[in-house]
């Protein structure tokens, strides 16, 4: 065989051991929470399609927006709102005492 061959096929069993080894990393010596982490990170890169509603006391819709990537809340800090940003780069904060729901849209 020639140099460039043998290169070749040490080139992609290099890379073939190396997807088999990150996998099998993954699947057994992450913890639940270290897989947690990793999800949101590549939630944050890729990114979702929300549509985030805001209703008053009765019910009835007072806001809605669409094409949301991501709802960040306080999640047991000392942060008393929820923040997002808008298909339009504009900055969104609702306090904790509103109601409202953040739903995947399939656009």
């Known amino acids: 065989m020639k140099l460039k061959q043998k290169a070749l096929i ?3 069993l290099l890379a073939l051991l190396t997807v088999i080894t990150t996998f099998l990393y993954f699947k057994y ?3 639940y929470e270290q897989k ?9 890169i890729t990114g979702m399609n929300l549509t985030v509603t805001v209703f008053d006391m009765n019910g009835k819709i007072v806001k809605r927006w669409s094409g949301v990537q991501k ?10 709102y ?4 808008t298909k339009d780069g504009k900055y969104v904060q609702i306090p904790n005492s509103v109601w409202y729901i953040a739903e995947e849209t399939s656009d």
């Open 10 to 12: 040490f080139f992609i």
């Open 29 to 31: 010596y992450f913890t």
């Open 71 to 80: 709802v960040t809340s306080g999640d047991g800090s000392d942060r008393d």
């Open 82 to 85: 929820s923040f997002f940003y």
């Open 36 to 44: 947690n982490v990793v999800k949101r990170k590549i939630e944050s």
